[in-house]
């Protein structure tokens, strides 16, 4: 299975503070693949250099052929509209209703016919799970699961290769947390999606990723699957992850 991202020896540094030192990894096509790790450990700085809205210091990133270190501005174009990003806000319009959040992408980038916008947007509406009236709706009038519907929706109206998630269940209650880590998983099998997945939540690691890369002090000290994990030699993990020497991994 091909590497549908690389990243080589990324440095990143914050004013006086490195946040990455030396990260490599390798997201394979067609995966959902986690990056874990705890609290300001650079997670999300990570994926927003993925998807070019922070250059690090130093290193390579390749996404989907294109190395993203002086990609050009027409390059860049292209490579953006083949991957979907959801923020843990769900980056909605307050101004505008869900159905025109989610059409948002189609009317900026693309000449098709509102007919047409119209029939794409319905189906994206309906593949994530909302109602079709609820896309008259604004985001005040959206709970919690809604907005991180809607979003979804709105990530994948270009239909990516690609989808970047950033704790998406970040504020659901139990329930919905669940409804929306199998629905990723759908989407996944049924879109041919390759995801990558920045998540503090261990269940919806367990019930969704394929491999994951685990950062702590400023390197990755863990790339794989779950059930070798146990193999990790790093305290770290051992404490994240609960994980006994002698018994494994304890879900």
């Not at 509102?114 to 709706?137: C, H, P, R």
């Amino acid at each position: 299975m091909s590497n549908i991202i690389e990243v080589r020896d990324l440095r990143t540094v914050f004013e006086d503070r490195i946040v990455h030192d030396g990260l490599n990894l390798n997201i394979k096509k067609g995966e959902i693949y986690g990056i874990l790790g705890s609290s300001g450990a650079g997670k999300t700085t990570l994926l927003r250099e993925m998807v070019m809205l922070q250059e690090p210091q130093s290193g390579t990133i390749n996404v989907l052929g294109y190395n993203l270190k002086n990609i050009k501005y027409e390059d860049a174009q292209k490579l953006i509209q083949q991957w979907g990003v959801l923020f843990q806000s769900g980056a909605l319009f307050s101004s505008l209703s869900l159905r025109d959040n989610i059409a948002l992408p189609l009317v900026e980038y693309t000449d098709l016919s509102k007919a047409m916008i119209d029939e794409i947007v319905e189906f994206k509406i309906s593949i994530v799970g909302l109602k079709q009236s609820d896309g008259a709706l604004y985001p005040s009038q959206l709970s919690g699961g809604m907005k991180k519907k809607a979003g979804l929706a709105s990530s994948l109206v270009m239909d990516p290769e690609l989808l970047f998630l950033d704790e998406p269940t970040s504020g659901l209650d139990p329930i919905s947390v669940r409804e929306f880590d199998a629905l990723i998983v759908k989407l996944r099998d049924n879109l041919n999606l390759s995801v990558v997945m920045v998540s503090h939540d261990l269940q919806s690691v367990y019930d969704t990723i394929d491999s994951l890369a685990i950062i702590d002090n400023k390197k990755i000290v863990y790339e794989g699957s779950l059930k070798n994990i146990s193999n990790a030699k790093s305290d770290f993990v051992e404490s994240f992850f609960k994980i006994d020497n002698k018994e494994g991994l304890i879900l």
